[in-house]
């Protein structure tokens, strides 16, 4: 069974910065690809960020692309999400999710496990 556990979100000014570590256990994901999904209150969710889980492809939504990066440290077996210059309309809850696949997606249902989620929260 993985458990992922999303980590490093709290209250930020706009045009500030966070990094969110999602770290993995009970099985190495260095072959998964994982993603990062937010979901606003009376939203549905929103897919923000993939990465594969073999040379390591990338894809973000149009929303944050050129703001928010997302890397992968396999020896740590955890994923990050560098968010930059953030909005007021960045303000969700922010969940990780592992796929067993390798191929990034940018599909809930793709993905087989989901952490618990970490508040972000910017203030304009």
């Known amino acids: 069974q993985v458990q992922l556990v999303e980590s490093g979100g709290r209250l930020v000014q706009a045009g500030g910065s966070l990094r969110l570590s999602c770290a993995a256990s009970?099985?190495?994901?260095?072959?998964?690809?994982m993603g990062w999904f937010r979901q606003a209150p009376g939203k549905e969710p929103e897919f923000v960020a993939s990465?594969?889980?073999?040379?390591?492809?990338?894809y973000y939504s149009d929303s944050v692309k050129g703001r928010f990066t997302i890397s992968r440290d396999n020896a740590k077996n955890t994923v990050y999400l560098q968010m930059n210059n953030l909005k007021p309309e960045d303000t969700a809850v922010y969940y990780c999710?592992?796929?067993?696949?390798?191929?990034?997606?940018?599909?809930?249902?793709?993905?087989?496990?989901w952490g618990q989620g970490t508040q972000v929260t910017v203030s304009s």
């Open positions: 999710a592992a796929r067993i696949s390798s191929l990034l997606s940018t599909v809930t249902q793709d993905y087989n496990y």
């Open positions: 009970g099985r190495t994901l260095s072959t998964y690809a």
């Open positions: 990465i594969s889980g073999d040379i390591g492809s990338t």
